[in-house]
């Protein structure tokens, strides 16, 4: 274990900033988001970013090829950018597991290169929860806000930063760095560890259980009268999709520069109306049944193809910026039946 | 230039273009060194796309025994479909698949007596697995073919029905049209009813693939007539955007159409979420 004191956290990416480009959560007016570190850049004391951090990985807007047309020819210019090494500092726990998640929509077989490429270059720099909030679950999921793990973990106690490589990209990633030193007293990080560990079994949803759900029981829920009224309110404003680590549907769309075409990718959102419409009709026409859909995968779809591994990690992101206050724990309180309220 | 993502296509070249009915054109796609754009199985799909215009997932209507050429039926219903039914021999268009899991023609379907049922453009995906099985015509038993459209006019690939599949030893052809025409002496009605007027025995293997409304008929027909549910198969059609079970937009249940179809087997499809 290594350690740099609070104050010399500047020294720290500095030093990372010499070797590779640092990514790390900067407040801004409306809340947190990752920004690029320069000199004078402050790290943000907020438990989370707005947005989630799979957009290292998974950019909200990539290109992806462009076409040179010529009378009836066509040319394909393939668009991808060579990646570079980069550092994340700063990742929570959820959105760390998040990737692991996304990893298996992408990273499986055919393998998506343009996500592969940054998620190999990628050093992700955990920190751990010291002040999570009344909106965080991510323990239903099993994942432990105290220990993140990634590429090098920190928790940060009495004024100091404590960093454990966890991998060997981490372990060389931190030999590297001079701002830190040995650490002898693993002690207080591991007390500021069983703290954390405390705080999030008194949280309002600590209690909330996944029991209910999983693969296989698509029957069981999916003509269950209780998704007229979950869903009697929604917008389909696709703010839950955008805020969500996990979220992964997206659109490919050609956009004319006047120059010639170029092929996009997008985030796209299964709360849209359009996302099944095609020519012969639309399969889910009503809100409801975009709701149900968007729910369904996370809860019973996805951990159905993913060994019981489900399509949420509890960052709470959700419950915060909901315009109409439903989300995913509301439904799992509703549909889960009384042993979950 | 190689392909580094299996989202970048290829670019393929219409080398023919045939007008089957009013509203459906078949097109002929090479690369543009005249080779096929890669191998597939019957029941997979391409995805072509219009650059500028969009990209649409399409079945391959052409055996794989075909070694020459690939063809596409397509019948003119949105954008990209109507950009192509303006398009001339010597268009470039993109391409890229196969995608989806194909008919199981060389392990279930092998000895066995078939039965494929299609309406209207529902031919195209069949018309694969059909020309496959008279390629290897002794391994497969007697051939029923139930094919109908609104109109005489409306029967893709009358041509090759009429010349070829009619003329096989072995094969049964049955047409129907949805109301009587002039010039027209085969069967009228629609291909449901015209599946329980038949009543096939229920030692066969049954395709189906048409309309969402003429497969639900035609399946209850069979299910009527005693077959059971596993004898049965179809295949399914969704918006899609990435072909390789990722962009979220196939997705039924725990099932994405594109990689896990878009062939189903009935009582596979019992188990889905009544959404397709």
């Known amino acids: 274990m290594r350690k740099i004191s609070m104050d010399s956290l500047s020294a720290l990416f500095e030093a990372i900033s010499g070797t590779m480009p640092l990514f790390l959560p900067v407040d801004g007016k409306e809340g947190a988001s990752y920004k690029k570190w320069e000199p004078g850049t402050e790290y943000s004391k907020a438990l989370n970013t707005n947005k989630s951090a799979k957009d290292f990985f998974f950019p909200q807007v990539e290109n992806m090829m462009a076409f040179k047309t010529e009378g009836k020819n066509i040319e394909v210019l393939d668009l991808k950018e060579d990646v570079g090494p980069f550092a994340i500092f700063g990742v929570r726990a959820c959105d760390l597991a998040s990737f692991s998640i996304l990893d298996r929509v992408f990273l499986s077989d055919p393998v998506d290169s343009f996500y592969k490429a940054r998620r190999d270059n990628a050093v992700i720099i955990s920190v751990a929860c010291s002040r999570p909030q009344e909106t965080c679950f991510c323990s239903a999921f099993s994942i432990d806000a105290a220990a993140p793990g990634g590429d090098v973990e920190c928790v940060m106690a009495d004024g100091m930063v404590y960093l454990e490589a966890k991998t060997e990209k981490g372990e060389a990633f931190l030999k590297n760095l001079e701002a830190v030193t040995e650490a002898s007293d693993e002690r207080a990080a591991e007390a500021e560890q069983a703290k954390i560990r405390e705080r999030i079994e008194k949280l309002p949803l600590a209690n909330l259980s996944t029991d209910a759900f999983g693969g296989g029981k698509t029957m069981e829920y999916f003509n269950n009268p209780l998704w007229d009224e979950l869903s009697a309110n929604c917008l389909g404003c696709g703010t839950c999709t955008f805020v969500c680590p996990t979220c992964q549907c997206y659109d490919i769309k050609d956009y004319n520069t006047g120059k010639g075409v170029q092929r996009f990718r997008c985030w796209d959102s299964c709360m849209y109306s359009d996302f099944t419409k095609m020519a012969h009709g639309n399969i889910r026409n009503s809100q409801k049944e975009r709701f149900r859909q968007r729910f369904m995968h996370k809860l019973v779809y996805f951990p159905e193809n993913n060994e019981g591994i489900f399509g949420c990690v509890g960052c709470g992101r959700c419950l915060a910026k909901c315009p109409i206050s439903m989300n995913i724990v509301k439904v799992m309180k509703t549909l889960g039946g009384a042993d979950n309220a | ?276």
């Not at chain 2, 009429?162 to 002039?182: K, M, S, Y």
């Open chain 2, 1 to 276: 230039m190689h392909n580094s993502d299996p989202l970048i296509p290829k670019v393929g070249t219409i080398t023919d273009v045939r007008i089957d009915t009013p509203d459906v054109k078949t097109f002929r796609v090479l690369t543009p060194d005249g080779k096929k754009a890669f191998d597939h199985m019957p029941g997979q799909c391409a995805m072509l796309s219009i650059p500028g215009v969009g990209e649409a997932m399409f079945s391959i209507t052409s055996s794989p025994t075909n070694t020459e050429y690939m063809e596409f039926s397509i019948k003119k219903c949105g954008c990209v479909t109507e950009w192509l039914h303006q398009a001339e021999v010597g268009q470039q268009i993109t391409i890229r698949g196969p995608y989806g899991k194909p008919f199981p023609v060389d392990t279930v379907f092998r000895g066995q007596d078939m039965l494929f049922i299609a309406g209207g453009i529902g031919l195209a995906p069949l018309r694969s697995v059909i020309n496959y099985c008279r390629h290897y015509r002794d391994q497969y038993g007697k051939i029923d073919i139930v094919y109908g459209s609104r109109s005489k006019d409306d029967l893709v690939d009358y041509k090759e029905i009429i010349d070829e599949w009619c003329n096989d030893d072995g094969i049964n052809v049955h047409l129907t049209i949805d109301n009587p025409q002039e010039g027209w002496d085969g069967h009228v009605g629609f291909v449901p009813n015209y599946v329980k007027e038949l009543g096939f025995s229920t030692d066969k293997t049954a395709i189906l693939c048409g309309p969402p409304i003429m497969i639900k008929f035609t399946l209850q027909g069979l299910v009527d007539l005693g077959f059971e549910k596993t004898q049965i198969y179809t295949t399914m059609e969704l918006k899609m955007k990435c072909g390789v079970g990722k962009c979220g937009r196939c997705n039924i249940g725990a099932k994405y159409v594109c990689k896990d179809g878009p062939v189903f087997r009935c009582d596979e499809i019992d188990e889905l979420p009544d959404e397709y």
